[in-house]
């Protein structure tokens, strides 16, 4: 079992960046799939990007690609989203979650955090 925290949220401008990290509180990632997912208010959560820990392999939503990139950061047992190019419709709360597959689909991931909120002017 694995419990997972967000953080680097925040308010940027369009154009803007920021790192959004997910640490494990509880346990390693070593045999996980980790995934991106975000959300806004009365919307279904959308898929943003994917790593298996193990190997590094990764896997993108279509729109996301080129804008985001996900990587993982061994020693610190965190994986990162770093966000370029940031758009008043990336507007929303982002969630981190676990799973034993890579999968741009919720229901394949079994843990999941809090979530960190990102905010974009325009």
């Known amino acids: 079992q694995v419990q997972l925290v967000e953080s680097g949220g925040g308010l940027v401008q369009a154009g803007g960046s920021l790192r959004l990290s997910c640490a494990a509180s509880?346990?390693?990632?070593?045999?996980?799939?980790l995934g991106w997912f975000r959300q806004c208010p009365g919307k279904e959560r959308e898929f943003v990007a994917a790593?298996?820990?193990?190997?590094?392999?990764?896997y993108y939503a279509d729109s996301m690609k080129g804008r985001f990139t996900i990587t993982r950061d061994n020693a610190g047992n965190t994986v990162l989203l770093q966000m370029d190019s940031l758009k008043p419709e990336d507007t929303a709360l982002y969630y981190c979650?676990?799973?034993?597959?890579?999968?741009?689909?919720?229901?394949?991931?079994?843990?999941w955090g809090q979530g960190t909120q990102v905010t974009v002017s325009s």
């Open positions: 509880r346990g390693t990632f070593s045999t996980y799939a």
């Open positions: 979650a676990a799973g034993m597959v890579v999968s741009g689909s919720p229901g394949h991931y079994d843990y």
């Open positions: 790593i298996k820990w193990s190997s590094g392999g990764t």
